[in-house]
């Protein structure tokens, strides 16, 4: 049973979710503040996070600053219909995915379903994963540019993981979405960009490993 903690000021929307989620299989901790979030997460007692951008106090984009100087655990933002700016900065700051609000107890069950699966996936080979330097193990879900560790978010292991299997040929936006992200690729959609964005920044002299194809996808280099 996947333990998730759910932090929204909304109480009666928290409930509402909170119902639905144990409904469905989960195990769910509701608070309504962000610095409530930020500690509870730290603790590693959860599987994955949901955070309300809009909270009292600390609001959901600090709560998820806080918790990604400690932590790795996967977290999903929820954002106001048309908000672009708090997805992209959220988006940058390490979360793994968002839902727009309102949305639906089935939509949310499902995107934190995508996540979890793709976390908790089990390898599709026994051994590391290698190109042009770069050095990835499913399993331990590690990933090495040259004996340096690189710490990625749940999602951006998950799309370095799909190219560094494609080594050598083009990834479609398409199939980088359903098989990195869990679903489909919908219009207007950053969230690939910036992933993208930030592992090529945190791979520094490496990004150049992965070249994007305009209006197509991604390549990265098997060399």
């Given amino acids: 049973m996947a333990q998730v903690l759910l932090a929204d000021d909304d109480i009666e929307l928290a409930g509402m979710l909170t119902e639905y989620l144990e409904r469905e299989g989960f195990s769910v901790t509701a608070v309504h503040d962000g610095e409530s979030a930020a500690r ?3 603790e590693g007692r959860f599987d994955i996070v949901v955070l309300d951008v809009m909270m009292p106090r600390v609001d959901g984009v600090e709560a998820l600053r806080r918790i990604r100087q400690a932590a790795r655990v996967p977290v999903l933002m929820l954002t106001a219909r048309g908000d672009d700016v708090d997805r992209i900065v959220g988006l940058e700051l390490g979360a793994d995915d968002y839902v727009t609000k309102p949305c639906t107890p089935r939509e949310l069950a499902a995107r934190l379903r995508a996540i979890l699966r793709r976390v908790q996936a089990p390898a599709e080979s026994a051994g590391p ?75 520094g002299e490496a990004a150049a490993l992965i070249r994007t194809v305009r209006g197509m996808g991604y390549h990265l280099a098997k060399d």
Avoid at 156 to 172: D, H, I, K, S, Y
């Fill in 129 to 203: 994963l290698s190109a042009g330097g770069l050095v990835l193990w499913p399993g331990k879900r590690r990933v090495e540019w040259r004996g340096r560790a690189l710490e990625l978010t749940s999602m951006e292991f998950n799309v370095l993981e799909v190219l560094m299997r494609n080594a050598g040929r083009l990834v479609t936006k398409k199939e980088l979405s359903e098989q990195a992200l869990g679903r489909p690729l919908a219009r207007f959609d950053r969230s690939l960009d910036v992933h993208l964005s930030s592992i090529r920044h945190k791979l």
């Fill in 40 to 42: 509870l997460a730290i």
